[in-house]
């Protein structure tokens, strides 16, 4: 049992003191949820092996008295394991594979895509002797020079916003990914949006009135707080400009919801079909 509900958690942040890793911001939220306070052992990338004595090179990484445990999902897992009467992080595997699936989609229209819009400002932002290591490495996996990579920006933040109504869809009726209340799906996906929100200083990346604010807004608000740090840039004031596709889609538009309520209900979409059909 966690001596005084106390674990450790090594952060992983940028020299503003933010927290740079979607996968540490996931497990602080993670954490959180599970009611635990956080004994914080602050830090960049350099010197992570130095910080945790040689356990891990990577984190996130938590010690639960004399436990470490180590990975995002090996952690939710853990927590779940070894205290069943908090509140679950993963209440049923339907929830796991659910959330496998959605971080996947999210991580390739909108986590990898926005990095690749601030590569310069995560490098700039980083702690001075970060910056060498960020470079070498985010370049080797890019191909290409930072200042290559995140070259027309601009161009390309309209379309990552547009490709998430999958996400706003999921919120349509519900004020959580777990439902009545927040799970680890929530964390998963607010981890990458808190990530972008780090390294976000050239411009926002969601529209004023993005459907997505309220539950933004109230994941920034879990836990005293958490979500914001005074290190962090705004998220919304996103603005369209002439030829940019529409920054989300109509409210209501797409995926599963009760319309046909007979064929009063379906008449103009199924005239719109038909009469499109005979001008082709």
Known sequence: MAKNNTIKFFDLALSTGATISPFVWATKYALKHKGFDL????????????????????LPAI??????VLDSWGIVEYLDAEYPARPMLIPHQSVAAVTR???????????????????????????????????????KMLGMTLEQMQEGWEDR???????????????????????????????????????????CQTSPVFADDDPLR????????LYDGLGRHPGLFPLFGLKPRE??????????AGGIHKR???????????QRITEGMKTQ
């Open 243 to 252: 030829g940019d596709p529409p920054l989300f889609a109509p409210q209501g």
């Open 157 to 199: 933040l309209p379309g990552i916003s547009a490709a998430l109504e999958p996400l706003r869809i999921a919120l349509r009726e519900v004020k959580w990914l777990g439902g009545s209340a927040p799970n680890y799906a929530d964390y998963r996906i607010m981890g990458s949006i808190l990530f972008t929100a780090s390294v």
């Open 214 to 221: 309220d539950w933004v807004e109230r994941c920034l608000d």
């Open 260 to 270: 046909n309520t007979g064929p009063e209900s379906t008449r103009a979409e199924t």
């Open 101 to 139: 699936a959605l971080d996947a989609w999210f991580w390739g229209v909108a986590t990898g895509p926005w990095m690749r819009c601030f590569c310069v400002n995560y490098r700039d932002l980083a702690n001075p002797e970060d910056h060498e290591y960020i470079t070498h490495s985010r370049e």
């Open 63 to 68: 010690v639960d008295d004399d436990t470490w």
């Open 39 to 58: 004994d914080v052992v602050p830090g960049g990338f350099t010197r992570i092996a130095e910080r945790t004595g040689g356990k891990t090179e990577r």
